[in-house]
């Protein structure tokens, strides 16, 4: 029993770390000063009802340096001998695993500001904050691999949790403004 709980919530940490990974990846890339041209909007600049559909902390620096954490982590995790999915190519299940959670990040941006109570650019939208990136890197991968439900529910509180305790670091190193 203690054998495939252990079991299950390694499968879920190897299976999204791609996507944890990717969503991570965009906040220590924007601290590259090389990658300045690139911090042009995922949204264009464009606005819906007067509003920007994203938001300026939405780029493709972010999207693409996401995408490929995502991908060289899928990579490494499909040579793991013995893991459920090394049949998996790394690049397709890099990229969804990825290209999901960050399109997660951006939507929950989308309805953040158009919220009644507006959320400010860069403050915390708890408990949404914290989710967005899972409901999205599971959406994204589904279209090519299919878990079983306890998995998904170790993926969802396993990456809750973590990323409380990440972005707590993070506040504590100066990375972060706010605690959460």
């Known amino acids: 029993m203690l054998y495939n709980l252990l079991n299950d919530l390694l499968t879920a940490f190897l299976f999204f770390l791609p996507a944890g990974l990717a969503n991570m990846a965009p906040i220590f890339v924007s601290k590259l000063p090389g990658l300045k041209k690139l911090e042009y909007p995922l949204d264009f600049g464009l606005s819906y009802k007067g509003i920007r559909i994203f938001g300026a902390h939405k780029t493709w620096r972010g999207m693409i340096s ?49 919220t009644k109570v507006a959320v400010a650019p860069g403050k915390s939208w708890f408990p949404y ?28 509180l396993l990456y809750f949790g973590l990323h409380l305790l990440i972005s707590y670091v993070g506040y504590l190193l100066k990375f972060k403004k706010e605690p959460i």
């Open 66 to 114: 996401g995408i490929l954490f995502g991908i060289v982590c899928a990579s490494f995790i499909v040579q793991i001998p013995n893991f459920p999915f090394s049949n998996l190519n790394p690049i397709i299940f890099g990229f969804l695993s990825a290209f999901g959670a960050l399109m997660g990040d951006a939507i929950k941006s989308f309805f953040k500001r158009r």
């Open 129 to 156: 904050d914290q989710i967005d990136y899972i409901v999205g890197g599971i959406f994204g991968t589904l279209i090519y691999v299919r878990l079983n439900f306890t998995i998904y529910c170790w993926i969802i």
